[in-house]
């Protein structure tokens, strides 16, 4: 089954650092990996999806890698603002058209 | 579009009482997804429908659990007799095959069950 990593569990930054949060997977045999943005007492936003022909996908400050082979993958925040303050999940897809969702990494950016 | 819509948005009831949450898809999507978030386990998926019909429930924990899909806009879960071990927030998402699967969630359910 496939398992789903994120380190750190908790991060705190000050405003205006770039940052970098990890995620890796145990089976590279994925169809994609998205990563999520949810906060307290919200659902899931959507924020990146990279197909698996992929190595990376960017949307304004934020910056997402794949490398499958290996396993893992890298959100990358520049110039932090206290509106970054969230968790951030990342999931894979697999071909039974299931997600598999790391713990998240709780983040947050002091003014 | 609203984007997916869940019902309640918070539903607090005892052990032993018949809980049904809803969900409805964005329009045109043609999966449908169930999962549920504890503190201690994650995001798990339950169950996903593709055009209605149930795929995969291997992720549904047991009997209690049941979900229907009677027609492309709306979905129920069902937990007859609820637990206390069941309070999690259940979240409903919608996928479009036209699309490279970019799953939709809808804001969230939170059971509290005592």
């Known amino acids: 089954k496939q398992e789903v990593t994120q380190i750190p569990a908790a991060l705190s930054v000050p405003e205006g650092e770039n940052l970098v949060l990890n995620c890796s997977f145990t089976?590279?045999?994925?169809?994609?990996l998205q990563w999520f943005r949810q906060d307290p007492g919200k659902g899931l936003t959507s924020l990146l999806l990279?197909?698996?022909?992929?190595r990376e996908q960017t949307s304004g400050r934020l910056n997402a890698s794949l490398d499958k082979s290996s396993g893992r993958s890298t959100l990358y925040i520049a110039a932090s603002q206290p509106g970054d303050s969230a968790t951030y999940l990342c999931?894979?897809?697999?071909?039974?058209?299931?997600?598999?969702f790391g713990t998240g990494t709780r983040l947050t950016v002091i003014p | 579009d609203a984007g997916v819509i869940q019902s309640p948005r918070h539903e607090v009831t005892e052990m032993g009482q018949e809980v049904t949450l809803r969900c409805k898809p964005i329009?045109?999507?043609?999966?449908l997804f169930w999962y549920r978030q504890t503190m201690m386990r994650g995001l798990e998926l339950l169950i996903y429908?593709?055009?209605?019909?149930?795929?995969?429930d291997s992720g549904m924990p047991e009997d209690r659990f049941s979900a229907k899909m009677p027609n492309a806009s709306f979905s129920t879960l069902k937990i007859q007799p609820s637990e206390p071990r069941d309070s999690a927030v259940y979240f409903c998402?919608?996928?479009?095959?036209?699309?490279?699967?970019?799953?939709?969630f809808g804001p969230g359910t939170r059971l509290t069950v005592t």
């Open positions: 089976d590279s045999a994925i169809y994609n």
């Open positions: 329009s045109g999507h043609d999966y």
């Open positions: 429908f593709n055009n209605n019909v149930p795929i995969d």
């Open positions: 990279i197909q698996s022909s992929q």
């Open positions: 998402a919608s996928s479009h095959t036209g699309t490279i699967y970019e799953q939709y």
């Open positions: 999931a894979v897809k697999t071909g039974a058209n299931n997600l598999f």
